[in-house]
C-alpha cells in the first residue's frame, strides 16, 4: 500500500484521531476512551468520546503553547518534530498526573488521559487554568526512549 492510499484509508476508518496518539502508542500513556486498531501493519488510536476528543485538542495546544520557550521555539503552530512532540506529550500529561495526582508522582506511565483531564477541569474550572509553570519542568525534565548508539556509549 502506497503511502497516500494508506493515509486516505487511515483517514476514512478513524473519524475521531486520538491526538495523544504517539503517547499511547509509544505504550507510556493510557485513556479510556482510547481504542486501538491495526491498519496494514501499523497502528492508530481513535477516540471514543468527541467531548473527551475536545478536551485533549485544547489541553496539548495549552501544553505546546506553554512549553514553547522552553522547546526554544517562538511560536507552536501544530504538531511538533517526533521528539519534542513526545516530550510535549508524555511529558505533560507526567506533568499533570503528579500536579492532580500525587501519589502517582514517580510513575514513568500515565494512567489515563481523559481522567486527567476531568480533574483539571474539576479543580481549576477551565483548562487554561492550570499551573503550567509546573507542567512545563516536567516537559523539560522528560527524557524520551534513548538511540541505540547513545544507550551502548561507554559512560565516564
Given at each position: 500500500?502506497?503511502?497516500?492510499?494508506y493515509?486516505?484509508?487511515y483517514?476514512?476508518?478513524?473519524?475521531?484521531?486520538c491526538?495523544?496518539?504517539?503517547a499511547?502508542?509509544a505504550?507510556?500513556?493510557?485513556?479510556?476512551?482510547?481504542?486501538?486498531?491495526?491498519?496494514?501493519d501499523?497502528?492508530?488510536?481513535t477516540c471514543?468520546?468527541?467531548?473527551?476528543?475536545q478536551?485533549?485538542?485544547?489541553?496539548?495546544g495549552l501544553?505546546?503553547?506553554?512549553?514553547?520557550?522552553?522547546?526554544?521555539m517562538t511560536?507552536?503552530?501544530?504538531?511538533l518534530?517526533?521528539a519534542?512532540?513526545?516530550?510535549?506529550?508524555v511529558?505533560?500529561?507526567l506533568g499533570?498526573?503528579?500536579l492532580?495526582?500525587?501519589g502517582?508522582?514517580?510513575?514513568?506511565?500515565v494512567?489515563?488521559i481523559?481522567?486527567?483531564?476531568r480533574?483539571?477541569?474539576e479543580?481549576?474550572?477551565?483548562l487554561?487554568?492550570?499551573?503550567?509553570t509546573?507542567i512545563?519542568?516536567t516537559?523539560?525534565?522528560?527524557k524520551?526512549?534513548?538511540?541505540?548508539?547513545?544507550?551502548?556509549?561507554?559512560?565516564?
Open positions: 500500500m502506497d503511502e497516500d492510499n493515509k486516505d484509508a483517514r476514512s476508518y478513524n473519524q475521531r484521531r491526538v495523544f496518539e504517539k499511547i502508542n505504550r507510556r500513556c493510557r485513556c479510556e476512551l482510547s481504542k486501538r486498531f491495526n491498519l496494514a501499523r497502528e492508530g488510536v471514543l468520546d468527541d467531548t473527551g476528543n478536551y485533549c485538542k485544547e489541553i496539548l501544553l505546546r503553547q506553554n512549553a514553547s520557550f522552553a522547546l526554544q511560536k507552536v503552530p501544530g504538531p518534530p517526533h519534542k512532540e513526545m516530550k510535549v506529550q511529558g505533560g500529561m499533570m498526573q503528579k492532580l495526582q500525587p502517582l508522582a514517580g510513575n514513568e506511565d494512567h489515563n481523559d481522567g486527567l483531564n480533574l483539571a477541569l479543580k481549576y474550572g477551565r487554561e487554568n492550570l499551573p503550567f509546573e512545563v519542568q516537559i523539560v525534565s522528560f524520551g526512549r534513548q538511540r541505540k548508539r547513545d544507550r551502548d556509549k561507554p559512560r565516564r
